[in-house]
């Protein structure tokens, strides 16, 4: 099965700051990933999916964007982050042939 | 799109007892229904999942069922202990791994499991 890695783990920023979180996939080739923001409470929220090498599809107009500059390496950024973009940030891979796994979450605060 | 509804959205049991979280989902095409499990601070880990052309699954002592018919599947776990406590996902989707199988999660559900 693939082994979703994130990091950092845990992130303090100011607002205003840039933003770069990382998510990269080992185990499988050409998956689906996808960014989840987990906010107050426990809903997960899909900010945005990719099915392939530059093809990122949004699910929510917001402060954030994402890229994927390799097969297996999934990149979620922002230019000048909010007090709302707190939160547990979570990547998620999916193969053809396999189910969605999710990596360890990156748990970013804004102050 | 799709969408699913989870309750309760807490649950307390006394070790030892079951436990059955419900999710309903809207669209008929849905065919995959995983049952996620989520520790304080950690990632969602798949604990069960099941298809569309089978009724019931079981391993150990989680089982999911599904109602096609309904539109409804539940998680069971039987003999709980305190380490179940967690908070537990279910989702829905058309195809697994294809490219339009993005999953649609209910809102989840906070297990306590009480010693």
């Known amino acids: 099965s693939q082994t979703i890695h994130q990091w950092p783990a845990t992130l303090v920023q100011p607002v205003g700051s840039p933003l770069s979180l990382e998510c990269t996939v080992e185990g499988t080739s050409n998956p689906n990933l996808y960014w989840y923001r987990q906010a107050a409470g426990r809903g997960l929220q899909l900010l945005f999916y990719s099915v392939g090498i530059g093809q990122i599809s949004s699910e929510v107009p917001q402060n954030l964007s994402a890229s994927r500059p390799q097969d297996r390496q999934f990149i979620l950024s922002s230019k000048k982050l909010l007090l709302s973009d707190s939160g547990f940030y979570l990547c998620a891979g999916a193969s053809l042939t396999d189910t969605q796994y999710f990596g360890p979450g990156t748990r970013l605060t804004v102050l | 799109g799709e969408n699913v509804e989870q309750h309760p959205s807490t649950l307390s049991v006394q070790e030892g007892d079951s436990a059955v979280i419900k999710c309903t989902y809207s669209?008929?095409?849905?065919?995959?229904f995983p049952w996620y499990k989520q520790e304080l601070g950690k990632g969602p880990q798949l604990i069960i999942d099941i298809r569309s052309n089978v009724g019931e699954k079981k391993d150990q002592r989680i089982a999911v069922t599904l109602n096609k018919t309904a539109k409804h599947f539940s998680l069971h776990i039987t003999e709980t202990q305190p380490e179940d406590s967690a908070v537990y996902f279910c989702?829905?989707?058309?195809?697994?791994?294809?490219?339009?199988?993005?999953?649609?999660f209910g809102r989840g559900t906070q297990l306590t499991v009480w010693p």
């Open positions: 989702a829905a989707s058309r195809d697994r791994g294809s490219t339009l199988g993005r999953l649609y």
């Open positions: 669209d008929s095409a849905s065919n995959y």
